[in-house]
């Protein structure tokens, strides 16, 4: 019943800075851990942060860690990736995810539903 639709995804220069957006319908993010994952051509799906329901705690994974920043908008019932420092290994497919049951924050086995992606590239 939840869908998600993510946006701000483009072509960025290395070093440079994007802000995707993950916008949720059926169902308020209040309610819900809400996770960002990325997929490269040839790679396994790779967790890249998430924000809990209850209490707003943060993770990112350590790729990330230090350059990307998960926050979430509750009265747009919007969540929000700010991705500063941008590498060209960043190039990606971006998906929001969502879950409602607590298994590994980390795991995309973990959630359900998915969006349909943004791309993300970083030029050399």
Do not use: H
């Amino acid at each position: 019943q939840v869908q998600l639709v993510e946006s701000g995804g483009g072509l960025v220069q290395a070093g440079g800075s994007l802000r995707l957006s993950c916008a949720a319908s059926g169902r308020a993010i209040t309610t819900l851990t809400m996770a960002w994952f990325r997929q490269a051509p040839r790679k396994e799906r790779e967790f890249v942060a998430a924000i809990t329901w209850i209490g707003g705690t943060t993770y990112s994974g350590d790729s990330v860690k230090g350059r990307f920043t998960i926050s979430r908008d509750n009265a747009k019932n919007t969540v929000y990736l700010q991705m500063n420092s941008l590498k060209p290994e960043d190039t990606a497919i971006y998906y929001c995810a969502a879950r409602n049951t607590v298994r590994n924050i980390m795991d995309p086995a973990s959630y359900d539903p998915w969006g349909q992606g943004t791309q993300v590239t970083v030029s050399s």
